[in-house]
């Protein structure tokens, strides 16, 4: 465009109707060239962004600030292969705070340098947080978080996986401040007991999302609590390697969780398999992805109530559960077809090459099996066998295929 007809246009448009085209380009790129036409429209480009990624410091943030005046989304994470030294600092925080007050989602995964100090800053400007991310910001302790908390109240994300210095503490100051809360983020917080579970229970009850894999201390009078709370909204329940889980928290979920798509109870061994048999009966219509590798009471019996009764079910792990045989899955030999996407059977020594035939007659839609270390199993004897796969079925025989994150 030559400068006389971009003047003709910036004579005619008014910055609101220039606003409603910017509106109207839904393209990343084409948003860009928007802002290359001339300083008015560059202005108004950077007006209007409302997502940024950047890895600045305070000086080139106070600049980023100044540009993006109603940006609602910033992105400063780390990568954990290629973290950058000294990263995000206290300061840099300071400067968002002060400086994008509009901001919405703010994303400091794996910014070791930050402190309860940063998240102070956070807390005293940003009212209209929604969604933080601060996992494995390992300097965090309850202050800091606490402080976010009560200056943030209407926030409905929280992500601190791996900070580890959080304790029931800060539940408790979400409870009091935070109902809104419906994602909660807690991987590797062990000094999360069932005393925090309870005080996040009684006032945050729109929780969706809980992850609290690897909360070592946390039993099933904390985590029944949340399931009779949350009733309504539990959707996605994280509790691998909680040891102290049993059939307590199963039978509550199957109770009064209706809509849970999503339980991780791998490394649960006191987990049995009438407890399983009521989850299928009572979540049944809704799940749609369930880890319980290491639950070794998982019986063939059980496998197959959650095969027969879980008509959703897209993604289930069984690995080590060494008790299963060719059994579970020949009792469903005359169900109809399953929906499963994703199978893990490794380390299932009694499952043979029989047992998987009946999976891949039943699973038109199977894109991924695990059968590492089940010795009855070889793709030799797949290739004899001659079963048909669906085409875009992955096998891992050895642990050369990528597995899915789905499980995770």
């Not at 609602?72 to 300061?91: A, H, K």
């Not at 749609?288 to 998982?298: E, P, S, T, Y």
């Not at 996407?341 to 039943?362: E, F, M, N, P, R």
Request: net charge neutral; aromatic share 4%; glycine share 8%.
């Amino acid at each position: 465009m030559d400068g006389d007809a971009a003047a003709c246009i910036n004579d005619v448009l008014t910055d609101d109707e220039l606003r409603s085209i910017l509106g109207r380009v839904e393209s990343d790129k084409d948003k860009e060239s928007f802002g290359l036409v001339c300083k008015r429209w560059l202005l108004l480009q950077s007006t209007e962004r409302k997502k940024l990624a950047a890895r600045a410091g305070p000086h080139m943030l106070r600049r980023l600030a100044d540009r993006f005046t109603r940006l609602l989304q910033l992105d400063l994470s780390q990568s954990v292969s290629r973290s950058f030294y000294p990263g995000v600092t206290d300061s840099d925080l300071s400067v968002i705070a002060n400086g994008f007050t509009c901001l919405r989602i703010l994303n400091l995964y794996n910014c070791k340098g930050i402190t309860d100090g940063g998240m102070e800053a956070i807390g005293e400007c940003l009212s209209s947080l929604q969604s933080l991310d601060v996992s494995y910001c390992r300097k965090l302790t309850d202050k800091g978080l606490s402080a976010v908390a009560k200056g943030c109240c209407d926030l409905r994300v929280l992500h601190m996986a791996g900070c580890r210095f959080v304790t029931d503490a800060a539940l408790e100051t979400l409870s009091k401040n935070c109902s809104n809360l419906e994602e909660l983020g807690l991987q590797g917080c062990t000094s999360i007991t069932d005393k925090g579970l309870i005080n996040l229970a009684s006032g945050c009850p729109r929780i969706w999302f809980l992850d609290i894999n690897k909360c070592s201390n946390v039993s099933d009078f904390g985590v029944s609590s949340i399931s009779r709370a949350c009733s309504s909204s539990l959707k996605t329940l994280k509790l691998l390697d909680c040891y102290k889980i049993g059939d307590e928290t199963i039978l509550s979920l199957a109770k009064y969780c209706d809509n849970l798509e999503t339980l991780i109870i791998g490394g649960c061994r006191d987990v049995s398999a009438d407890g399983i048999k009521s989850l299928a009966s009572g979540c049944g219509s809704s799940l749609k992805i369930l880890r319980m590798d290491w639950c070794q009471n998982i019986s063939d019996s059980s496998l197959s109530c959650v095969l027969s009764q879980c008509r959703n079910l897209e993604a289930l792990d069984v690995s080590c559960c060494e008790e299963l045989t060719d059994a579970a899955f020949q009792l469903i030999s005359n169900d109809p077809g399953l929906s499963l996407k994703i199978l893990k059977v490794s380390c299932c020594q009694k499952i043979t090459v029989a047992g998987i035939g009946i999976i891949v007659d039943k699973c038109n839609s199977l894109q991924y099996l695990d059968v590492r270390s089940c010795p009855h199993i070889t793709k030799a004897g797949l290739d004899v066998a001659n079963f048909h796969f669906p085409e875009c079925c992955k096998i891992n025989f050895n642990g050369t295929v990528s597995e899915p994150v789905v499980l995770l």
